[in-house]
C-alpha cells in the first residue's frame, strides 16, 4: 500500500472574476489552495457525510479515503472498494458509490455492510456508473459513461448508448432518463430537485434540464460550452465544472471564476467541513481545499 501522507501546503494563484463576483466574492479574503493530502494515484468522487466528513476515491488503488473534519487529516475508510469512483450520501447518510469493478451501483453503511442497489439494466451489465445524485425524494440519477478498464474481464459494451438512468426512491426500477449523449459523466441537482445539470464530457458540454414530478427529464438547454469530469453546485445557484482545475459559473450560464489547480486534471470538487463552507477538490495524486464565502447545498 502506498504511503498516505497528510501536507498542509498553500498555492498562490491568481482568479478570474466577473465584476459581479467581485463585489459579492465567492472565495474567503486571503484564501490560497491548499494542498491537504497528497500520493495517491488518482482522487475521484468527494462527497461529505452529514458531519461535514470528505470522503474521496484513490479509484486506481481501489480505495475510500476519509477527510475527518473534527481531526482535520486523511485515513483509509475502505480497501478494497469495488473500485469506487463517485460517491454521494443518501438522506438517511450511507454512503452510496459507483463501484466500477462489478460495474454497480453501492450502498455502504456506517457499519460498513454494503448492499448492491444495482447489478445490471435489463439482463446487460453497465457500462459503468461514473457519477451520481440523490434527489429529495431520495431516488439517483446517475451517468454511465464507459471507459474500458484494464481490470475488466470483458472488452465490449453490452449496452451501446451511454445513458444517464434514474434508480426510484424504492430502489426496484431503473428508468433511462437521457441517452443523446456521447459520454456523459458530471452531474449535479439544485436543492429543490426541480434542476438538474449533467456534463456530456465526450462532446465537451454540460447541459441543464427540468425535472418533472414523475422523475424524467425536459427543456433540455446548453449551459456551457464546457464539459466536466465531477461537479457540484453552491447556495448561490453557481455550478462548479472541472477539467482545467475549477471553472464557475452562474445560474445563467455565465462565468464568473476560474480556480487554477497545479495538476494536468481536476477531477472533481464537492462543499465539505461542518459548515460547508470549504471547496474540497480532487485532482490527480492529491486533495486540495479552499476557503469559500458561499456553501454546499447539502
Not at 271 to 276: A, I, L, N, S
Amino acid at each position: 500500500m502506498k504511503k498516505v501522507l497528510n501536507v498542509f501546503l498553500t498555492i498562490p494563484i491568481l482568479f478570474s472574476l466577473s465584476c459581479k463576483s467581485l463585489r459579492t466574492p465567492l472565495i474567503a479574503e486571503d484564501a490560497k489552495v491548499r494542498l491537504v493530502a497528497t500520493d495517491y494515484f488518482f482522487t475521484e468522487g468527494p462527497a461529505v457525510a452529514p458531519n461535514g466528513d470528505v470522503y474521496f476515491t484513490d479509484q486506481p488503488n481501489d480505495r475510500i479515503i476519509k477527510w475527518s473534519d473534527k481531526e482535520k487529516a486523511v485515513s483509509v475508510y475502505m480497501e478494497p472498494s469495488g473500485r469506487s469512483n463517485g460517491l454521494y450520501f443518501d438522506h438517511q447518510g450511507n454512503l452510496l458509490a459507483c463501484a466500477d469493478d462489478k460495474n454497480q451501483l453501492w450502498k455502504i453503511d456506517s457499519q460498513k455492510n454494503i448492499t448492491v442497489l444495482i447489478d445490471d439494466f435489463e439482463g446487460k451489465k453497465l457500462n459503468g456508473p461514473n457519477d451520481l445524485w440523490v434527489d429529495p425524494k431520495g431516488g439517483i440519477y446517475f451517468t454511465d459513461p464507459f471507459y474500458k478498464r484494464p481490470y475488466w474481464t470483458r472488452t465490449e459494451q453490452e449496452i451501446e448508448q451511454q445513458r444517464v438512468y434514474y434508480l426510484t426512491p424504492d430502489h426496484k426500477d431503473i428508468i433511462i432518463v437521457g441517452e443523446d449523449f456521447v459520454k456523459p459523466n458530471g452531474i449535479i441537482g439544485n436543492k429543490k430537485g426541480t434542476l438538474l445539470y449533467i456534463a456530456d464530457i465526450g462532446d465537451k458540454k454540460t447541459y441543464s434540464y427540468t425535472i418533472n414530478p414523475d422523475a424524467s427529464l425536459s427543456n433540455k438547454t446548453l449551459f456551457a460550452n464546457m464539459g466536466s469530469d465531477g461537479m457540484t453546485m453552491d447556495n448561490r445557484g453557481n455550478v462548479y465544472l472541472t477539467g482545467n482545475g475549477v471553472t464557475v459559473f452562474n445560474s445563467k450560464g455565465e462565468q464568473i471564476s476560474h480556480i487554477p489547480i497545479d495538476q494536468k486534471w481536476t477531477a472533481n470538487v464537492t462543499f465539505g467541513g461542518k459548515d460547508q463552507k470549504t471547496l474540497f477538490i480532487t485532482a490527480m495524486t492529491s486533495l486540495y481545499t479552499l476557503k469559500m464565502n458561499v456553501k454546499g447545498i447539502r
